[in-house]
């Protein structure tokens, strides 16, 4: 397929596709800044607004799933436009929402169109570049995951100095739009339909199952049984869905690629890696502004260094993957997030602001040589036909496992009397991901060769 495109028309498609994913996932995190903002405003609890971050995420996770069927079913530029104007319509929502619900669904909406582009860009970069060039694609990709989630909050911060919460929508729709029209006149077709039939069981079972188990880490905080009952009924829903897609001609999701021993592992390293991300950028704000003092705009410039730092290191790391693998730069980055956990371990009112920002600079460097190169490693053993099940299946774990990361830091930090002392013990939760994340790596260099 790389062969089949002229240089010019992939110079198109890559800078509208990655311009578009990155404002996408941009808005993903921008209600971050603005969740004290919104709690206090539309007078919700805290548990119940990060919602408005969780249940993005755990969309994002449901509905990807289902990109790798449009995909097939439809042409790329089917794809792209419809993606873009669904996203549109969840900004204009927004932009006029009056109630906590009506921005929920505002929220939803959008994600409906984030899961979908999510895994359109990967499969769209890994499917019009040439094999060889798969590390400095990806890397791209990868900045543009990490880097639009990480200057999220930094961007609302500056919004809310300025303008209410409907703003974060409403400042969207101009580039949005813009996208559209241009994409409308020259995004080409690169991809031809094929007879794909959807499975409706497959993607309710889905929707029910992720719905019922991650709600049940919330409900937990005010029922264990209710709590308990919920995850293990989400969970078998879920083990029914994974059974049904090994009997289906065309599963909704080619779970069996998981046997690839590379994909498999590195996947789940590039999850764990992501949920610390997350976790990291949505707990840090809330605790400056309520413990702290800081307003939205201040929280959010707290996080830009690490943004940046971010974006930087992601594209260096996908070069010199290219060259060198992912051995040193996976290492180096746990080290340098464990290193960064120190002045979050034992943060308090005293805390300077300048040791946050530096440690969570810190720890975004250390994220990004170990999330970038973990996407390029999952993808080397995929067959091509199967890029577009293979990227669904990493979008949606990844998604669903920030959901699962942001409900219980917050639900972790809630918990205690003193906001600090939650903070610190959710900050304990990463360094558990962390150290899950650098016994995987272990066992995969042990033995790299076997699949």
């Known amino acids: 397929m790389s062969s089949e495109i002229s240089t010019h028309k992939r110079t198109i498609v890559t800078t509208l596709v990655l311009v578009s994913t990155f404002f996408n996932l941009a808005s993903q995190t921008m209600m971050v800044t603005a969740l004290p903002v919104i709690q206090h405003t539309l007078h919700v609890s805290l548990t119940s607004a990060q919602w408005l971050t969780a249940g993005y995420m755990l969309i994002i996770g449901i509905v990807t799933p289902l990109s790798s069927n449009l995909y097939d079913k439809y042409t790329n530029r089917q794809v792209f436009l419809t993606t873009t104007v669904v996203f549109i319509m969840g900004s204009l929502l927004g932009s006029f929402a009056v109630s906590f619900w009506m921005l929920l669904a505002a929220r939803l909406l959008q994600a409906c169109a984030g899961g979908i582009l999510l895994s359109f860009q990967m499969t769209t970069m890994v499917t019009i570049y040439p094999a060889a060039k798969r590390g400095t694609v990806l890397g791209m990709s990868g900045l543009v995951i990490a880097s639009g989630p990480a200057l999220g909050p930094t961007v609302a911060g500056v919004i809310l100095n300025y303008f209410n919460w409907h703003y974060l929508f409403t400042l969207l729709l101009p580039f949005s739009v813009l996208i559209l029209i241009i994409a409308y006149f020259v995004f080409p077709n690169y991809s031809q339909k094929r007879a794909v039939k959807i499975d409706l069981p497959s993607v309710f079972l889905s929707l029910i199952g992720s719905s019922l188990a991650l709600a049940s880490l919330t409900v937990f905080q005010q029922n264990l049984w209710y709590g308990m009952g919920m995850l293990i009924v989400g969970g078998g829903i879920l083990a029914i869905f994974a059974r049904r897609q090994f009997k289906l001609p065309e599963p909704m999701l080619r779970i069996e690629l998981l046997k690839l021993r590379s994909f498999r592992i590195l996947t789940f390293i590039g999850m764990l890696a992501f949920m610390v991300l997350i976790g990291t950028e949505q707990i840090i704000p809330i605790f400056v502004e309520n413990v702290e003092g800081l307003s939205s705009m201040h929280a959010g410039l707290i996080l830009l260094p690490g943004a940046i730092a971010n974006a930087l290191f992601a594209a260096l790391a996908g070069r010199y993957y290219d060259t060198h693998g992912p051995k040193v730069l996976i290492s180096v980055g746990v080290a340098l997030m464990l290193i960064a956990t120190i002045p979050f371990i034992t943060i308090n009112t005293q805390t300077p602001i300048w040791l946050i920002t530096c440690a969570y600079m810190l720890r975004m460097i250390g994220n990004a ?55 610190r013990l959710a900050i304990w939760f990463t360094v558990l991901l962390l150290g899950i994340t650098e016994f995987l790596f272990y066992v995969y260099l042990k033995h790299p060769q076997k699949k």
């Open 369 to 423: 040589l170990v999330f970038s190169p973990a996407m390029s490693e999952a993808f080397k053993d995929v067959p091509m036909p199967h890029i577009s099940h293979a990227t669904a299946l990493n979008n949606a774990f990844r998604q669903v496992a920030a959901a699962v990361s942001v409900t219980v830091m917050i639900v972790i930090a809630d918990f205690p009397a003193s906001f600090i002392n939650g903070t």
